[in-house]
């Protein structure tokens, strides 16, 4: 009876495992003939998009820049000497060709006096040469000496006075002026630096833009400024244009002009900048996102005859959501927006529109 049962046993066993491996074989071979992969949908896969059409776009550059005075100089002095007098208020506002210090000229001021008296006495000489010379009591000659010495001694006269202008220091123009490195007494040189003086009414604000918009844009157009430190919002207008693209970062330096009567930005500040070129009333927009990154460029995915197609597209002027098309796309295509990474060319897919 033991045998018999060693013997059934492995039998049945082997008959299990045959039955079993039949069965797997069979249920293999349903999938076959369907000839869908594991993971692929039935049906097509419904997706959001959009249908392009004409909108009215402003078209605004973005960039950044710094903020620069109008005028700005570091002053010094034009002669060496001693301060005499400082006769500004460190951040005070000046005037032009006020005076803000003076450097002592004593001796210049002696030989002025000296000169002075010069004149006087070799004007007194040409006249009394004039007389005789009417008479014919002297020669042409001896009153042009006389008339020369007059004239020589006026133009010493006016080689001092420029000297001593050159022992003051004026303001070139209305500003502000800065923190002084000097004091009264101090001695003085062409090389010392007394201050710096900054025009900030008008600013001046400089920034770059790519070179694709170098042939768009105009001496006149709108600049808008925010500053994120000062949350001061200002607005300017284009009025310089550097004439060529710089070879390193292919852009174009700008400069804009802008009123600051409040005061409230200064030289050096970083503003973010809005360039406000000609509005474009036939623009073709989609979402950012159906953007699609490739190595040679950028793609979008398409609904063409129900599948899905992926288009090389260049693009224009962006904001913070839409980006502008300006080749590859018409009037009228679907654009996919989303389920970008399950879709693949030629698959059937079904839109729902936004």
Do not use: W
Not at 62 to 89: N, Y
Not at 114 to 131: F, G, H, V
Not at 228 to 235: A, L, P, R, V
């Amino acid at each position: 009876m033991i045998k018999i049962v060693r013997i059934i046993l492995p039998i049945t066993v082997l008959c299990c495992a045959i039955i079993l491996t039949s069965c797997e074989t069979k249920s293999n071979g349903g999938i076959q003939k369907t000839g869908a992969p594991p993971g692929t949908p039935a049906g097509p896969i419904t997706v959001s998009g959009i249908v392009l059409k004409p909108q009215r776009m402003e078209n605004i550059v973005r960039s950044s820049g710094t903020v620069l005075a109008s005028e700005s100089v570091d002053l010094s002095a034009e002669a060496s000497g001693r301060i005499e007098k400082i006769a500004f208020r460190e951040g005070a506002h000046v005037h032009n060709n006020e005076v803000l210090v003076t450097i002592n000229d004593d001796d210049l001021q002696a030989q002025l006096k000296k000169i002075e008296l010069q004149i006087q006495l070799a004007s007194e000489q040409e006249k009394r040469q004039a007389q005789l010379l009417t008479k014919s009591s002297i020669s042409k000659e001896q009153y042009d000496i006389a008339l020369n010495q007059v004239n020589t001694l006026k133009a010493d006269r006016e080689n001092l006075i420029a000297s001593i202008r050159k022992r003051e220091i004026r303001s070139p123009f209305d500003g502000i002026i800065g923190l002084r490195y000097v004091s009264e007494g101090s001695y003085v040189s062409p090389a010392t630096r007394i201050a710096s003086i900054q025009k900030v009414n008008p600013l001046k604000v400089d920034f770059a833009i790519p070179e694709k918009y170098a042939g768009k844009v105009a001496v006149g157009d709108r600049v808008d400024f925010n500053s994120d430190e000062t949350k001061y919002q200002f607005t300017g207008t284009l009025f310089a244009i550097e004439p060529k693209i710089d070879p390193t970062t292919r852009t174009m330096q700008l400069r804009a002009l802008c009123s600051n009567k409040a005061e409230k930005v200064f030289p050096g500040a970083y503003v973010q900048i809005e360039l406000r070129l000609k509005t474009i009333t036939d623009a073709l927009l989609i979402p950012t996102q159906a953007i699609i990154p490739v190595l040679k460029g950028q793609t979008v995915l398409v609904r063409k005859h129900g599948v899905v197609v992926s288009v090389p597209v260049t693009t224009g002027t962006r904001s913070s959501s839409m980006v502008q098309i300006t080749e590859g796309l018409a009037a009228g295509d679907t654009v996919i927006t989303t389920g970008l990474l399950q879709l693949r060319t030629g698959m059937k897919v079904n839109v729902s529109l936004q």
